[in-house]
């Protein structure tokens, strides 16, 4: 998996520093079947909303700028087609607001987030690349995680969120809103390893409002959020 990630890094590097220093280089094929028509037969995997223009899909291709459909597909390889992850400590992308999506992509650019696959990822997309690929991820449909809450956990977690107060920032259901992310349906293994990062303050890319809501959690308590959450839909 590490040297699977590697490559995947490296590709990513080596199309878009060509385009830093307007070398034009031949785009790497999408790991996806993502295609840059805008007007797809049913089957494809592009976007069946407004958004799916050739803006958003493919942008033109200057100076060796790898297209969005490219970006998209090499994105698919960890997050899945459509951004329905099925690697579950990778996050489900599809329908997670597009503001939260960008911020993520920004901030691992500028290192506040901090993870080597995505930091390197991210390293040379442009604000416009970000702001594209949020608002392709943010329109497609979440899939079933397929994970199963154990309804006991699932109430105690239920009673946590209420006791913290979550819902104020992450709305009912855990829909989220603007900059704060959908959690509901989230794959349960992301859910748990992001509450652990931000009680040791290994993730700090939130304002302060998760470490200091996190730092009172137990592991049980951590379980039962992750297992009310990921079995929302």
């Given amino acids: 998996m590490k040297s699977l ?8 590097s080596s199309v878009l520093v060509a385009h830093a220093s307007g070398v ?3 785009k790497p094929v999408a790991a996806a079947p993502l295609t840059a028509s805008p007007a797809p037969p ?3 995997t592009s976007l069946d909303t407004k958004r799916d223009t050739p803006e958003v899909v493919a942008q033109a291709d200057n100076a060796g700028t790898p297209s969005i459909a490219t970006l998209v597909g090499i994105c698919s390889t960890c997050h899945g087609q459509g951004g329905n992850s099925t690697i579950t400590i990778n996050p489900i992308l599809a329908g ?3 503001r939260y999506l960008y911020l993520q992509l920004k901030d691992y650019k500028e290192g506040r987030r901090k993870d080597p696959l995505m930091n390197a990822m991210a390293a040379n997309l442009s604000k416009e690349d970000m702001r594209a690929l949020a608002d392709y991820f943010a329109a497609q449909k979440a899939k079933p995680n397929g994970f199963n809450a154990e309804d006991a956990k699932a109430a105690k977690g239920k009673a946590v969120a209420d006791a913290a ?3 104020m920032c992450h709305l009912g259901g855990f829909s989220g809103q603007n900059e704060i ?3 509901a349906g989230q794959h349960y293994d992301y859910l748990v390893k992001q509450l652990r ?3 040791a303050r290994t993730r700090t890319n939130d304002a302060g409002n998760m470490t200091s809501v996190a730092r009172g959690l137990s592991d049980e308590d951590i379980d039962n959020l992750a297992h009310y959450m990921a079995g929302l839909r």
């Fill in 165 to 167: 107060l979550c819902t």
């Fill in 42 to 44: 049913a089957s494809s």
């Fill in 24 to 26: 034009k280089s031949r």
């Fill in 197 to 199: 990062d931000f009680r």
């Fill in 96 to 98: 997670q607001t597009s």
């Fill in 5 to 12: 990630h590697l490559v995947i890094a490296i590709a990513l």
């Fill in 181 to 183: 992310p959908r959690a």
